[in-house]
């Protein structure tokens, strides 16, 4: 498997595939590179980079005092450099979107563009809620199937069908006689209940970093962390934005729905 270790030792899993235009795909808060499974198949011409954060997927555990975004935004830095790869477009899922802020406020000469997957500078503390109320804990379900048929009824998603639910809860978690286990460290709700504990920061000037940059936004209409007045009100600072809304969708769109594609082909043809 390839793997690279970065400035503090810790061993990160990546992939690295394609030709053409690089795209650096981070993914959302627990997740890992299987977050852009779905939609790869469709961004042909693209080199896609993908990472599993520390802590998640495939990647080593670290010290949870750095399961924080300025330090995965840094070993997304070191993945690139590890690579020899100047300048990417960031396609950031969620937590991947804070992450793609934070680079285009260190390293701008790194970036391309950005799309940003459900998220934004401002989120909902409804959405913080509910990622509270899974977050660190294994799922409640004793096999894949059973986790599946669970999500048919999540109002969010309707008409999603089973088979792409059933491979979905395969990308967080791990079958086990016990139940299931979820594949990243536990320890990551505490890292995240220490953030939400202190103030909360303003994220507007990362997001004013991006204004010379292609940027695109992809946004489930039902989401309840990105709303449609922060994405309004990101079209005002941002002149030219992309705006993608998908019906059907809460958090996060799984990136391979017509609105999604549509944005994301259009962002690489300003990239290109």
Not at 32 to 47: I, T
Not at 135 to 142: E, V, W, Y
Not at 164 to 193: C, F, M, Q, S
Request: aromatic share 6%; proline share 8%; hydrophobic share 40%.
């Amino acid at each position: 498997m390839p793997n690279f270790q970065t400035s503090d030792g810790i061993s990160l899993y990546y992939e690295d595939e394609g030709d053409g235009l690089p795209i650096l795909c981070l993914s959302g808060l627990t997740r890992n590179s299987r977050d852009f499974d779905y939609v790869a198949p469709h961004l042909a011409g693209a080199r896609l980079i993908r990472m599993d954060y520390r802590g998640r997927g495939l990647s080593d555990h670290a010290d949870p005092a750095t399961y924080a975004v300025p330090v995965e935004a840094r070993d997304a830095v070191e993945l690139l450099d590890h690579l020899g790869v100047d300048r990417v477009g960031v396609l950031g899922t969620s937590r991947g979107g804070m992450i793609a802020m934070v680079m285009g406020a260190t390293v701008p000469d790194r970036l391309r563009g950005v799309a940003l997957n459900d998220v934004g500078p401002e989120i909902e503390t409804g959405g913080l809620s509910a990622i509270m109320g899974y977050l660190g804990k294994n799922p409640p379900f004793a096999t894949f199937d059973e986790a599946a048929k669970a999500r048919l009824d999540l109002p969010q998603f309707p008409g999603v069908p089973l088979e792409r639910w059933r491979k979905d809860v395969t990308h967080t978690a791990t079958e086990t006689p016990e139940g299931l286990k979820i594949n990243y460290d536990p320890r990551l709700r505490d890292a995240v209940a220490a953030v939400m504990e202190a103030p909360s920061p303003d994220l507007w000037p990362l997001f004013d970093t991006l204004a010379d940059l292609p940027v695109a936004v992809i946004r489930g209409m039902n989401s309840d962390l990105l709303s449609a007045g922060a994405v309004e009100r990101m079209c005002q600072r941002h002149p030219g934005m992309i705006v993608a809304e998908v019906p059907n969708r809460g958090h996060i769109p799984f990136l391979d729905e017509p609105e999604s594609l549509a944005a994301l082909r259009s962002w690489m043809e300003a990239m290109a």
